[in-house]
């Protein structure tokens, strides 16, 4: 094993990914005269320990899950179908009812659907937090001085 002289700064990057390379989070890492082995050691064993503390992993952490818009489609054509019940009904046009029905519930399921992303990306980031920081006391307490 050779080990790199003392005037050369060794970096270790952990790219934490999630979601998409627009959002990952880098973690620097400097701890001068190890060897390369021994950093890949070092953070391949702070990254399990991360994982075990927190239950997250980012390599598995995936871009937001949502439904298939096929769900949007089934509540377009029930709102046309309400709508046109109280078109007629109510002595309008039936048809107009129908179109405004399914307008209303696809711009209430979108509103719904962006709401869960939103939601589902805010926890994605909260457990990324989480992990960045198990990530960085575990390279710290090895040594590591950590940005």
């Not at 439904?67 to 002595?91: C, Q």
């Amino acid at each position: 094993m050779s080990r790199l002289p003392v005037k050369y700064i060794f970096l270790i990057g952990v790219s934490l990914i999630f979601s998409s390379p627009s959002n990952a989070q880098q973690v620097m890492a400097y701890k001068q005269g190890v060897t390369n082995d021994q950093s890949m050691k070092d953070q391949t064993e702070c990254a399990n320990w991360a994982t075990q503390q927190t239950g997250y992993n980012p390599a598995y952490a995936s871009s937001v899950q949502t439904g298939p818009d096929g769900s949007r489609v089934r509540g377009a054509a029930g709102g046309a179908a309400v709508g046109a019940v109280v078109g007629g009904i109510s002595g309008g046009s039936a048809g107009k009812g129908a179109a405004a029905g399914a307008a209303a519930v696809v711009s209430i399921g979108g509103m719904r659907k962006r709401q869960k992303q939103r939601q589902q990306q805010d926890y994605q980031n909260q457990m990324q937090a989480t992990y960045t920081r198990a990530l960085t006391t575990c390279l710290q307490g090895r040594g590591y001085a950590v940005n």
